[in-house]
């Protein structure tokens, strides 16, 4: 059969352009990088709009506290001092209730009145003795301020840790000094920079170490997942639509379906670059050292598994949007051929510890797993060249072998909408091609 | 006869149904040759196998005398099913279509343009697909099997969805085609097209030729002349003349089909005792009434 990268290279043009002059595929490209700049910039921009909210305010909170001597509750509120309002005033006014002869019950249900009435905008009510085994509850409405009462704790708890630890015959600050930590810094050893101190590299804990990797990871899943619907959406159209007929009739089905596989890659890639960029851009600008999060190199790497492993599975979509009758059919199928990729990730512990044991090598050479792992491995330990490139190109003769069967059976199911082919008839098809010979040479 | 296709014992099986079997035939070069045959006789199989998306189970196909050469560029196809990308554009669709048959870059534009006049086509070629006439998207689907110039022509159920000016304009490019020196092979089921245009043809019936050659050749084989009449009287005295049936009797015109002993003098003799008679045409079968006959009319040929 011949295949014309010429015929290749038009059919991906075309899914290309379709797919990218939609609404949707904007949609794809913006929403993710809108998503992450939300995440990365609304906490901080909720802070500043606290902040603000706070210096519009020229009075003090007016809290009053019941049950609690009068000296402990100026102990506190110097603690609570270096909050101030733009006028100078502080944040926190904290104020004894406490009237001769009135009952607890009572004073409690009187600020609850100025409460509400807005006359005070809190109370902190002490059980017991605070210092011993007693309790503070703090009361206030609506709209006080989330973060505020932990504020107003973090000065109380300071003051009773004072007392005690005099009780107790301590220096508060004496004790502050001794029981500080020590400096510990981890340093990694490689080949290149052992001479050069310079050169060493703070070695990151677990959680560090497979970040990137399950970045990454995640980064191929939602790339393989998108497109590779609006890749058998594509076959089953042309399939329903009979507009296969014509492209048949000028094509063989190993250039249409390559054409498509490699017209959604590079939509992928389009999407990833944008996704990527996004990402770095928002990160740099908040001071991330992202080339130290994910090491040029490793990323180098990982394109190479995130090309064929994409290659890979859209080969395998490619195979079923051809053997299914409708969309909804492809469904249940492409959830689970998308879980193999993710698959590994519940393994990931022994991929990072035990990088190059002989088990989780030989994993690494199942095709289905080969990204995944690989991106794990790689994040983990040195891995050698030869067994990137080994690993690599084993995915990609999967790949082109998988484009290969998926041609044999599109070539046969195409015109065959309706009952899904069991597996003898599969077999069967794949065989056929074999044997025409007439129109192809 | 210098053939331009040889289709040489081709047998296809589906599952169980045998949708040709054992189907040879040649056809001529450059004219326009008809595939006919009722629904489900196997014509789109075959077309399809022609155009190289089946390939036989049996049997062979030659085009050319060669079997060795990239027949897709030679041959220009229109599905029966109107297989277009609905929301292309229009320019996009045929851009598309132009380059993947090899028309060459440079030559992609011009073709489109002339093409476009030709078909006739009224709307804009910025329009949607989706938002064309049936009518329309016909004619883009016929400008689509014509725009690379092929030697070959297969054409599924041409007139489709087209209004007889559209069918009209149509006749005249497929005869423009020949002219031009492609073959034309069409399905369909009008036979008054097929009579029009058809030069040869093959009737096939449950996957089977039942008739090949020329339409005077089959016209001839199938023996019975027919006479067309014009009379006053009443026509149901000539129920008795013998070796006559009648096919047609509407407003004092008579179609009579006479069967191989009658002798048209003897017949003509017997009719004008029996009625006033103006006028008497002989006339061959015409290829409806070949069809009825063959097929039977347990099958419906529309």
Redesign the interface.
Known sequence: M?TSFQ?IR??AQ?EI??VINTKGFILTLVLPAVMFFLVSYLPSIAQKLILSAENTRTESLEIGVIGLEPSIIDEWQSKLQHRKLPNGLPLFSLFPVSVTGVSKDVLIKNAQDKVLKKEWDAYAVINGDITQNGQCDFYSMRGFGLELPREIMNGLTSVVRRIRLEAKGFDPEMISQLSRGISWNEYEITQETASEEAGMKRKADFGKIIAPGIVCVMMMFFLTFTTSQMLIRGVVEEKT???????????SPTEILAGKVLGFYIIGLIEFAVWVGAGVLILQSQGFAVSEFVPPLYFLHFLIFLTTGYLLYASIFAAIGAMVGDETESQQTQGIITMMLVLPLMFNFVFVTQPNWWLVRLISFIPVFTPTVMAIRMVAAPIPLWEIALTALNTLFFAVLCITIAARIFRVG??MTGKRPNLNELWRWIR??D??????? | MDAAIQIDGVTKRFRNTLALDRVSFTVPRQEIFGLLGPNGAGKTTLMRILIGIFAPDEGCVNVYGDRSIRLKERIGYLPEDRGLYQKMKVYDLLHYCAAIKGVPRIEIDSRIEEGIKRIELTGELNQKIQELSKGNQQRIQLLIALLHKPDILVLDEPFTSLDPIGVDRMKQILNEEVERGATVIISTHRMEDAEQLCKSLTLIHRGRVIRHGTLNSIQQEEGQDRLIVEYQGDSKSIQSIPGVAIEDNQDHRLRLRLNGDASIPDVIRELSTRLDVYNIVKAAPTLHDIFVRLVGNQEDPS
């Open positions: 011949n015929n038009l059919v075309r352009w379709t639509s009979r507009v296969v007929e014509i492209l048949v009739s000028s094509l195409i015109l056929y091609s044997r025409s010979g007439i129109i192809e040479t």
